[in-house]
């Protein structure tokens, strides 16, 4: 029930921030990037200021843990894992085989051309925002209670997120797929046969790489 | 008496009260003491305490009369800067508090980094700097106007780590934790030496990332070593929490350690049922058989304005104005260079609840640490007990 509710606030606080600030900013990378920055230090205040910083603890919506070959796994996070593959599957067909999937597409790649094919820009940007909004709020949902909650426990998963598709390269979802399986695998490998922190500065030599070589990304297009 | 000649009467009268009442307003002189510590990301609950310990102390000192040097009256005034736990920002809120705010104290500091870098400018400028900083490198005789208002590795670990080799004389081996940063280096350091010197050896001893998000692996491979004890040394006690969820989720039962834990809340949110039979050694409790009145007091005004229990390091913050009155008194001067030669002799009535004073000339070549209570505590029924405690 908490989690369909704060789903259901981070998709009307979306609407509210597409709304009253994304909207003025379409087809503008820098402006809008500045914004995102912006609204993020700024929510982070707020949620210090009402919350404090004190971290909290979430249940877990499915406890328990499983053996699988030997390794032990809690139930949340087998479940978290198919949730992903269950979204970034609905994702990609949606994409693929629908018309608000190939128009998000068309927009993506050329907007003027899609505009003059009679897309409707505004709606689908705003479709976009909020398909966005909502798996941002699935995933914080799941990973709440396996992870450190507190006012600011998106800048790190941000960081993630970015790099993962910085890897796998901008505008494709199999490209941000396997970024993410990239830095899973050095953080998980690299932290159990090496110090940890070498593990982060794998991950980021790993960006420098991919930027040097390939600046579109491992998938990316554009 | 007509209306106008009211009005200029009443405008006349408030006048000379103004006048009146201006020599008192000048009498009252204020000493802003800053403080630089994180306010924002995730340490900000220890930068929130701090200030609120530092505003609780000055207002405890303005209602018993203030600060008496020479025939004045001075009274503290708190100025809570965020260096946002890292040297870069340190930096900028050093700058800001001796060259914007003409500070002349630093009532407290919080984070080796950024603290480093306060020190530096504090030392240039002849200011008088009061830290929690845990580095062993900020303190000697190099650095004579620097103050320690928590206890540190130095005086922690070989009574925590002498305490939980008593209890548990059969731990052979531990496998440490820190993080990556000047703090996590320094008690690595002493705690490796200590442990070694009590027998038990290091078989493994790794650095973390702070904002790691995933846990897992570290846990895993640190459970490897198949290690007696386990110790996070200066962890933050939610990463640490996150660590003891993962090594019980494998099965690795042996002895927990927090060497910096400051407080079972943090520890709990995250480890849940994994947090008990943790040791920490910088806790604080405040149950009414090893609590006073006053502690208990503060602390549940601390809980309502900060949301969580205060801690060591907050506790340093209430301390150190307690200690700079007895100082400036002590001189009979506000000169910072003369405050700092009056410190180490004067006593005071710390947050604890006795009279201490300074010691460390032993350890560190010259005397500037606090002489606290070392309290050792453990997770007991998921409650933080006291299981020890010693004054130095």
């Known amino acids: 029930m908490a989690s369909a509710c704060g789903i259901a606030a981070a998709?009307?606080?979306?609407?509210?921030?597409?709304?009253?600030?994304?909207?003025?900013?379409?087809?503008?990378?820098?402006?809008?990037?500045?914004?995102?920055?912006?609204?993020?230090?700024?929510?982070?205040?707020?949620?210090?200021?009402?919350?404090?910083?004190?971290?909290?603890?979430?249940?877990?919506?499915?406890?328990?843990?499983?053996?699988?070959?030997?390794?032990?796994?809690?139930?949340?996070?087998?479940?978290?894992?198919?949730?992903?593959?269950?979204?970034?599957?609905?994702?990609?067909?949606?994409?693929?085989?629908?018309?608000?999937?190939?128009?998000?597409?068309?927009?993506a790649y050329d907007h003027e051309a899609a505009m003059m094919m009679g897309v409707p820009y505004g709606r689908i940007a705003f479709f976009g925002f909020l398909i966005a909004s909502l798996l941002a709020a699935i995933a914080g949902a799941l990973i709440a209670p396996v992870s450190i909650v507190s006012p600011v426990i998106g800048t790190d998963y941000l960081i993630k997120g970015f790099i993962a598709v910085i890897i796998g390269g901008l505008g494709s979802v199999p490209g941000a797929i396997l970024g993410s399986l990239f830095v899973a695998l050095i953080e998980t490998l690299g932290g159990y046969y090496f110090d940890s922190s070498y593990a982060t500065i794998a991950i980021f030599a790993l960006v420098i790489v991919v930027l040097l070589f390939r600046p579109k990304g491992v998938m990316g297009r554009a | 008496m007509t209306v106008f000649n009211k009005c200029a009467m009443s405008g006349a009268a408030i006048l000379l009260a103004s006048f009146a009442a201006a020599p008192m307003a000048q009498a009252e002189e204020v000493i802003k003491l800053g403080l630089s510590t994180p306010l924002s990301g995730a340490a900000a609950i220890w930068g929130k305490g701090a200030e609120f310990m530092c505003n609780t102390a000055a207002e405890e000192i303005r209602e018993s009369g203030g600060v008496s040097v020479q025939?004045?009256?001075?009274?503290?005034?708190?100025?809570?800067?965020?260096?946002?736990?890292?040297?870069?920002?340190?930096?900028?809120?050093?700058?800001?508090?001796?060259?914007?705010?003409?500070?002349?104290?630093?009532?407290?500091?919080?984070?080796?980094?950024?603290?480093?870098?306060?020190?530096?400018?504090?030392?240039?400028?002849?200011?008088?700097?009061?830290?929690?900083?845990?580095?062993?490198?900020?303190?000697?005789?190099?650095?004579?106007?620097?103050?320690?208002?928590?206890?540190?590795?130095?005086?922690?670990l070989p009574m925590l780590i002498g305490y939980i080799v008593e209890q548990h004389p059969d731990a052979k081996t531990v496998a440490m934790l820190n993080p990556n940063d000047a703090t996590g280096q320094e008690t690595e350091e002493i705690a490796a030496k200590v442990w070694d010197e009590q027998g038990v050896e290091v078989v493994a001893s790794d650095y973390y990332e702070r904002g790691t998000t995933e846990f897992q692996p570290i846990a895993v491979r640190l459970a490897s070593f198949k290690p007696d004890i386990v110790d996070v040394g200066a962890m933050p006690p939610s990463d640490a929490g996150?660590?003891?969820?993962?090594?019980?989720?494998?099965?690795?039962?042996?002895?927990?350690?927090?060497e910096v834990g400051t407080g079972a809340d943090g520890l709990k949110a995250t480890a849940g049922a994994a947090a008990e039979g943790v040791y920490m050694g910088a806790g604080v409790t405040f149950r009414p058989d090893t609590a006073t009145e006053h502690q208990i007091a503060v602390n549940e005004r601390a809980k309502v304005a900060i949301g969580e229990s205060l801690n060591a390091v907050q506790i340093g913050f209430y301390d150190s104005l307690y200690a700079l009155k007895a100082a400036m008194e002590a001189a009979d001067s506000v000169d910072p260079r003369a405050v700092a030669e009056a410190m180490p002799n004067v006593t005071f009535r710390s947050f604890y609840g006795s009279d201490i004073g300074f010691y460390g000339e032993e350890r560190y070549g010259r005397v500037q640490q606090m002489r606290l209570p070392i309290i050792v505590t453990q997770v007991r029924d998921g409650e933080l007990v006291e299981v020890g405690r010693l004054t130095p």
Not at chain 1, 61 to 76: E, K, L, M, N, Y
């Open chain 1, 11 to 107: 998709l009307a606080l979306g609407v509210i921030i597409y709304l009253f600030g994304f909207r003025y900013f379409q087809r503008d990378l820098v402006g809008s990037f500045i914004l995102s920055i912006g609204l993020m230090l700024l929510l982070d205040g707020v949620l210090l200021r009402v919350f404090g910083g004190t971290v909290r603890g979430v249940p877990e919506i499915f406890p328990g843990s499983v053996s699988i070959a030997g390794a032990q796994i809690t139930v949340q996070r087998l479940f978290l894992c198919g949730v992903a593959f269950l979204m970034a599957g609905i994702l990609y067909w949606t994409l693929g085989h629908t018309r608000l999937g190939r128009a998000l597409r068309a927009v």
């Open chain 2, 71 to 156: 025939g004045e009256t001075y009274f503290f005034e708190c100025l809570s800067y965020d260096n946002k736990y890292n040297a870069a920002e340190g930096t900028k809120v050093a700058q800001a508090l001796f060259n914007r705010e003409g500070v002349k104290f630093i009532g407290g500091s919080l984070g080796t980094a950024p603290v480093r870098a306060l020190q530096s400018l504090a030392e240039r400028q002849g200011a008088l700097v009061f830290t929690t900083a845990w580095g062993a490198s900020l303190k000697g005789p190099d650095h004579p106007t620097t103050f320690t208002q928590m206890n540190t590795p130095g005086e922690i």
């Open chain 2, 242 to 258: 996150a660590i003891f969820k993962e090594l019980e989720l494998i099965g690795w039962t042996g002895i927990k350690v927090l």
